[in-house]
């Protein structure tokens, strides 16, 4: 938890809010990825993404 409010406080001081939604979007795509790698019927949609 402690990486998580370093973090902000980086993007905070550095004025770097503007990548905030960018490792949002990937913690989530990567999330989403890891959570379907052993279904197959959802891998078709997974890849139409990309």
Do not use: C
């Not at 990825?33 to 959802?42: A, H, K, R, T």
Request: aromatic share 18%; hydrophobic share 60%.
């Amino acid at each position: 938890m402690s990486f998580i409010s370093e973090l902000w406080q980086f993007l905070k001081v550095r004025k770097k809010l503007w990548l905030a939604p960018i490792i949002a979007f990937s913690l989530i795509i990567g999330g989403l990825l890891i959570f379907v790698q052993g279904q197959p019927i959802i891998a078709p949609f997974i890849y139409t993404i990309f």
